[in-house]
Structure formats: structure tokens, C-alpha cells
């Protein structure tokens, strides 16, 4: 089946230091989503990717879908003790739901 | 903002017991998700639900699991027996209409089993 594979599995970074996490698919996705989970707490949903090549920012955030749409990237720039948490990309499967990755956890050390 | 509600927030159990989960989700969200996940790994879809009839219960370990979601609703989640291997933290999830919405996870249940 498909599969959604996330790399690196753990950062540490230093506050104000940029963090970028990497999503590649077995399989190409008609979209993709990415998720945050704070420690202790629930996925939440960040946004969503559908079209090849977009590129979307929120503050901080730049989410990027390549151009075969087989692989994401979510980079961070100048991490705040904020962004700690795991982030999940997810794709859809066969059936109408989503896999998600193993996360990237990103510690940030202040 | 709308929530997906999940209750209770924390189980122990011992292992051979019967331990349900239930879920309420966004009003008007027809899809409901039910995911296991593990501590350090993502979530794991256990069942999924498309208003009241199951469209996808292949990873449902269907020996000791079961699900309903009778009325289209709300759902539950019910493990009989427990094992010591489903510790985990158990998640529901609601979608307007499947993966191309983003999903929105309630609190989930963390399940212990002694």
C-alpha cells in the first residue's frame, strides 16, 4: 500500500535557527496535509497542498509541493520555543483517507 | 471554534477487560475516523466510517475490536479483550467529506493496559 515517509525523525535546533522537514510518497497524491502535534496534545490540521509545484506561507511556515507531486517540504524559518512539536504530512489512500508519516520531532532550545 | 468531543481523556485498564471509547464529531461532518497511535509513530487508521456504515475497517483487529456508529453520528469504540500491546493513545477524527478535507482530531484517549 502506500506509503508517506518523513525525514529527519528528530531535530534540535537553536531558537532563531531555520528547521525544514521532508515528506516523500511512494505513490503520487492528488493533495497533501500537513499536521502539528504539541506535546502531549492532538494532531492539529496546518494546511493543505493540491496543486504541482504550489507554494504556501503562513507567518513563519512555507509549504511547498513538488512538482510530481510525490514529495513536500514544510520549512520553518527562525524557530520560536512555540514551534515544538511533531509535524505529520499525510496523503490521501485508496478509499478516501489519509497515512500519515512517522513526524518529524522539532525540539528548540532557547 | 467546533470540536471533535472524545471521552474519557485517560483509561487503565487491566488486560482481559471490556474498555470503550466514544466520539462526537463536528455537527454536519459526515466522515469519522477512528486512529491508533502509537507513542513516538503517526497515526495508524483503525476504522473509518462514511455516516453510519463502516467504508473501511481493514486494519481493525475485528477478533477483539468494534466499532459502531449507529445513528450517523456519534461513535464508539469498544476493545474486549484488552491486551497489554494496545496501550496507545486512541484518536477520532471528523471530515467534511474524506481526505480531501483537512481532518479535525479530538483530544483523544490514552489507553493504558496493566
Known amino acids: 500500500g502506500q506509503q508517506v515517509m518523513q525525514i529527519p525523525q528528530y531535530q534540535h535546533v537553536q531558537e532563531g535557527e531555520d528547521f525544514t522537514t521532508y515528506c516523500n510518497s511512494s505513490t503520487t497524491l492528488s493533495n497533501i496535509q500537513w499536521y502539528k502535534q504539541r506535546p502531549g496534545g492532538h494532531p492539529v490540521f496546518l494546511i493543505q497542498l493540491v496543486k504541482s509545484g504550489e507554494v504556501k506561507k503562513q507567518k513563519r511556515l512555507t509549504f511547498q509541493f513538488g512538482e510530481a507531486k510525490k514529495n513536500s517540504s514544510l520549512h520553518i524559518t527562525a524557530t520560536q520555543t512555540t514551534d515544538v512539536g511533531t509535524y505529520f504530512c499525510?496523503?490521501?489512500?485508496?478509499?478516501?483517507?489519509?497515512?500519515f508519516g512517522a513526524g518529524t520531532i522539532l525540539r528548540v532550545k532557547s | 471554534e467546533a470540536e471533535v468531543a472524545q471521552s474519557p481523556r485517560y483509561k487503565i485498564t487491566e488486560k482481559s477487560q471490556a474498555v470503550a471509547f466514544w466520539c462526537d464529531p463536528i455537527?454536519?461532518?459526515?466522515?469519522l475516523y477512528w486512529y491508533r497511535q502509537i507513542l513516538g509513530q503517526g497515526p495508524e487508521l483503525l476504522v473509518q466510517f462514511q455516516d453510519e456504515s463502516v467504508v473501511d475497517d481493514s486494519q481493525l483487529p475485528k477478533d477483539r475490536f468494534s466499532a459502531e456508529r449507529l445513528k450517523g453520528v456519534d461513535s464508539t469504540l469498544k476493545i474486549q479483550p484488552a491486551e497489554l500491546g494496545d496501550s496507545a493513545m486512541y484518536l477520532c477524527a471528523s471530515s467534511l467529506g474524506g481526505s480531501i478535507y483537512g481532518y479535525t482530531f479530538g483530544s483523544g484517549t490514552r489507553l493504558t493496559v496493566v
Open positions: 499525510a496523503g490521501p489512500s485508496s478509499g478516501n483517507k489519509l497515512v
Open positions: 455537527s454536519g461532518h459526515a466522515t
